[in-house]
């Protein structure tokens, strides 16, 4: 089962032959060469009293060559005896749909008629920074996706049972990101500064864009397509085809970055007033997806063009380098899956509690087509992949409420075992962006490399500045949840080990509230009032979070903690965590339930 961007999948993938003649017509430049277009039902116009009986032998045998053209496309002649008598899906159903665009030779690209600079460009003079965080009298709320669509009947304020029911939170990691509800995490204020308090520096951790999803349902549909068929709320399999990319972000994921930048310039742009000689450097890595979330923050927060207002500073994410961006890249533990995967046979324990009945209920609309547990659980994933991908999903009207909220627990099980406080490689892989952190709270460099910090770039104050009081980093869901279990959020953990029989009330660890698609982290600095020392603060999706878990902090009503003691407690946890054991060492866990840690520490680990 497919959990997390990173997760292997089985994928059935049609030559470049097979996606041209397996595609609907809409999706190619002609017909197929019997001129007859695939992707609807068979029409069969009324036959006029004045045709002769040539012409009705005529159009009889041009039907039967046309139903011989289509082979299994549609049943043309009732079965022979014993067959099902029913309209089987055609070939094409299931295959991969690419749009291959832009052209690669377009006939009309001449540049030097359509500059992108023309001059005559009117007055430019820009004016003061906007602080929203300091001047505004409440905070924006961000309210998920409203280009998006969901079903009526699962709508929040629409026709479901239960009051307020959102299906955009019910995702998982595959949610769009929304601000998170003041007092959700344990402290009742919000992300504004406190009375008396400035916000002197901001460290902005953000996770990728919305982008495609798992193809392993399609390519087994294709390859079953001439043995079943499809009705009811199933109908719409028998026309549908795979339309999603790879890894690349969608159009509402560009719009999620460029959005989360405007955001970010209009609450914090103030923080630039204080590069006066320099050009703030913001990270990301080399996979596509990453680098374009970074760009379309950057033309969010800088405008366009931004080439000439930041430095963009690009990791390679691949084996053999260095990053806190990618630690399991270096990490060969977190790519052992008896170690690292811990999460999928949880998940599928829950999946065969929570999944039985939608099963059944969706078995009988598709007869001659096995559909398995994991089928199903393709088909829940499928609902939030399409939606933003393409802006609306068939596969989101198949569940119920409760086969939902099941979804979503599904996704809190498979993060907690394999990324966060329930993996015995959560901590590890968040270690060195802790590295990072206390080297630039404390404008010192890196004393031991030791972890997943890259000395080359890292031991260079040009690519790793450490006097800005804006830094932004972009990387993966899954290490923003190593980094809040490396920080030390005991909060989250709380609730413990998640269980795989039912749903316990009141969990602590949610998912689509902590790593959702674009999740950010605002690590805000402030000079308070009262306090001699510089204060931090973090704020996950617009909810304040307690630091208690952090020795030293207090259980402060603003999530306050000292920076100096936030250091200490941090250089405590990086000399508590052997990068050696917990990534190289010779050691394993029980399967099952027979061990667990609630802390992402690899056993042996003892604090």
Known sequence: MRGTDSADVEEYKPSDEEQQSLLPTSSRNSLPEDGRDRTSRPWYPSVSRSFSASHLLAAFAAGALACLATQYAVSCFSPAHGQDARILAPPYVGSTEVHNWPPATPTNAFPTLFPSDVGHAGATPT????????????????TGAPQLIVPTSLRAGGKSKKKGLDLFKLWGNLSPWYSVKKGTFGIDSGPEAPEGCTVTGLHFLHRHAAYGGPS????????????????????????WTYKLGEEVLTPFGRQQLFDLGISIRLKYGFLLENFTDTLPVFRTESQDRMLASALNFASGFFGIPYEDKYLQSITIEDDGFNNTLAPYKTCPNAGDRSIADRGTPFVKEWANVYLQQARDRLQSQIPGYNLTIEDVYTMQQMCPYETVAIGYSKF???????EWEGFDYAMDVYFWYNSAFGSPVARVQGIGYIHEMVSRLTHTPIELHNSSTNA?????????PLDQSLYVDATHEVVVLNIITALNLTNFAKSGPLPTDHIPEGRSFRVSQLAPFSTNIQFQLLQCAGHHDQQIRVIINDAVSPLTGIEGCPADAYGLCSVPTFVEAQKKIIGNTDWTWACHGNWSVPGGHEWSTTTGDAPGVVW
């Open 127 to 142: 004016g003061a920074e906007p602080a929203l965080i300091a001047t505004a009298p409440s905070y924006p709320v961000h």
């Open 456 to 464: 080359t770039l890292d031991d260079n104050p040009v690519t790793f």
């Open 396 to 402: 989101c009207e198949l569940f119920t409420e409760e």
């Open 216 to 239: 392993a349902l399609a390519g087994r549909l294709h390859k079953s397509a001439a043995d079943w068929t499809a009705s009811g709320e199933l109908d719409f399999l028998n026309a």
